[in-house]
């Protein structure tokens, strides 16, 4: 646990290098794109929301305890938004508030783990999905995607499956590629859990962590693995939505239709209880309801990755264009991505080498900044890419 | 897990109990004193901060992450606080911010344990202290104090001390005898330490959860552990002192004295990573370190405490008077608790039996209910031990 507290991650490092420099000359001539932290406020709602619940709520009930799942109102509410939303037939009783999508991937991991279970994730994916298995007492087994679209190679999978595997973790839209799974790719992961379920004789669980969701662009659908799959389980956060992820408060939403589906909410309910839970913080329990299906402007985020893209490949740099999130992930013009980031800091850019997320060579660019940030961010990737003799 | 989940505490049952008997004979005429919510509203600030919290600062810094440890300037007031209240020489990196009590101590037993190791316990305890504990993967062993004043047993403590004990729980004020500690009782527990720590050569910890540190009456001191004892963790919580137990909030303080402290508060700092906490939930962080110091009116529970300990003991029902928390714990009038409150039932009286907090044969009392409630129920109690024969 020391070692875990003790190390700090390349992103965290990042940052204090960031504050030392930006001390040396001035904040604005650092082009920090490290940091995941949405760049836009909260929907105004959500201020004007917390005020108007102080003010006529009880305070007793407003700040009191809510039972360990959550409001029963709030989870009503979020229920019929997601079943109106996704076609689904959920009920209020297989959703449970968490404070936030590390929480509730956590609180499922701890729920689903027996000591020996396997989790895989796609690559790339945030790193601390390896910290959260490892602590629930599981292994985490990393399957690289397809290189040209991000999507998931069944090669792969097919190749690191065993008769151990728990679960399979995706992230769609996904931190640091931005890419969307697409809905022929989930269909075919259904159909492949289905065969390897049936083919070892148990649940092979699919766990979609969805921070990301609503920050989608160009009208992309991100599916709902609950149609697609029955032994699915949705961690979801309000934290990027509705620009509060300090505030730590999101749901997991076991599928109606995965076996025996009660049992599986109750093991959630009791890692809640093993990790001290207790309930998701109550005040935001009940702003989330109330701004359920709002989100934050993510146009800027939009307007940020069409200049960046645009410009980074029109340099000649390579990559993905991301369908959502708020990262672009490029590969490394050399093939030390640590090294390409070091060359990246004479012109006070600041990006993530990608190896602690499962693949090296690449790296993270977060565009969750103010659009002029890119905009005089831009000169210096050119020089960049003409350091490296790369063409447009 | 599923069983932890499904298996409802005792309280949770009594609780249900409550809500169907009341749609019978109307919710005025049941005595529910199972539930420790407090039932006095946030002191006026809290609502207030919270409004000015929302008009003055900017969205992205008010609802974000803040740095693990928590915001800087919050750990920076309450370590003043902690200081000059008692005279220690914390800093501000010793101070850990979490969503409150049950995180604080989770995470501190995630920090501390390893295979084989034991934590101990004094009876009666919090129920969830074994959950916690277990979920950590240490063992509790259970040493029950001194029945006549619920102080530390020295020699039933030195009879369950083994070179694998990591660590000592206490819970001064007591959930649910409302006992508080005395300093001469911790001073000789810290010497018992310092011994059995030399004796087995490595550090043994002592572990504080203050949840109801500020609930103490007639002018009682809650010695501060740091103060007597180096090797020490305070786990606190802003729960009942402010009157928001379901904001969870709260923080861990670690000795500046312990050995090697800077590795345990890393280790503190790994095991909220390995949870999955992320940040304890920032708007709450600021409200917490702004009212610090404040409480809610707490002048209604020693009013109830005194006008419920009067009468009961009038009545001839045996108990120790708490010095603070908001419980009486009562022995039973019959051996089986359980029974005892079945028979308490007959006249609307929902009482816990305490076999859960590890003391057979007693029932808890919780008093945070309005006075009015008290009141009428005093008719109730009063039966009740006619019904035993007892003597006032």
Redesign the interface.
């Known amino acids: 646990?020391?070692?875990?507290?003790?190390k700090r991650s390349v992103i965290r490092d990042i940052f204090e290098y960031a504050k030392q420099r930006a001390s040396q000359i001035g904040a604005e001539n650092i082009f920090d794109f490290s940091i995941g932290?949405?760049?836009?406020?909260?929907p105004e709602s959500?201020?004007r929301v917390?005020?108007e619940l102080?003010?006529n709520t009880?305070?007793?009930t407003?700040?009191?305890?809510?039972s360990a799942q959550g409001d029963a109102g709030v989870r009503k509410t979020i229920c019929d938004s997601i079943n109106k939303r996704f076609g689904t037939s959920l009920t209020p009783d297989l959703i449970y508030m968490t404070?936030?999508a590390?929480?509730s991937?956590?609180?499922t991991l701890?729920?689903l783990t027996v000591p020996g279970d396997e989790f895989i994730a796609f690559t790339p994916f945030f790193p601390?999905y390896r910290?959260?298995t490892?602590?629930a007492g599981a292994s985490l087994v990393a399957v690289p995607s397809r290189e040209k679209d991000f999507q998931i190679d069944f090669d792969a999978l097919e190749a690191a499956i065993t008769k151990n595997t728990k679960g399979i973790i995706i992230n769609s839209p996904n931190n640091p590629s931005g890419v969307v799974l697409r809905a022929e790719t989930i269909a075919a992961l259904a159909d492949f859990l289905r065969g390897k379920s049936s083919q070892f004789g148990h649940v092979i669980y699919l766990i979609s962590d969805e921070p990301y969701r609503e920050l989608v662009y160009d009208y992309i659908e991100v599916p709902y693995v609950m149609n697609y799959y029955d032994n699915s389980i949705v961690c979801y956060s309000y934290s990027k939505a509705l620009?509060?992820?300090?505030?730590?408060i999101g749901y997991i939403a076991v599928c109606d239709k995965a076996e025996n589906c009660r049992?599986?909410?109750?093991?959630?309910?009791?890692?809640?209880?093993?990790?001290?839970?207790?309930?998701?913080?109550?005040?935001?329990q009940r702003v989330a309801a109330i701004c359920e299906g709002e989100t934050a402007d993510i146009s800027v985020y939009k307007r940020n990755r069409d200049l960046l893209y645009g410009a980074l490949t029109s340099y000649g740099f390579c990559c993905v264009k991301p369908d959502g999130a708020f990262y672009l992930f490029v590969k490394a013009a050399e093939s030390d991505a640590s090294a390409f980031c070091e060359r990246a800091k004479k012109y006070e850019l600041l990006l993530v080498p990608a190896e602690s997320f499962g693949c090296p060579g690449f790296v993270r660019i977060a565009y969750c900044v103010k659009t002029e940030t890119i905009e005089r961010a831009l000169a210096a990737f050119k020089k960049l890419a003409q350091e490296y003799g790369l063409q447009g």
């Open positions: 646990m020391a070692s875990l507290g003790e932290n949405p760049s836009v406020p909260a959500v201020n917390i005020k102080v003010d009880d305070s007793v407003l700040h009191g305890y809510t404070a936030g590390a929480a991937l956590t609180i701890n729920a601390e910290v959260f490892e602590a620009s509060l992820p300090g505030e730590r049992h599986l909410y109750a093991a959630v309910c009791g890692a809640g209880r093993a990790l001290g839970y207790v309930c998701a913080p109550s005040l935001f």
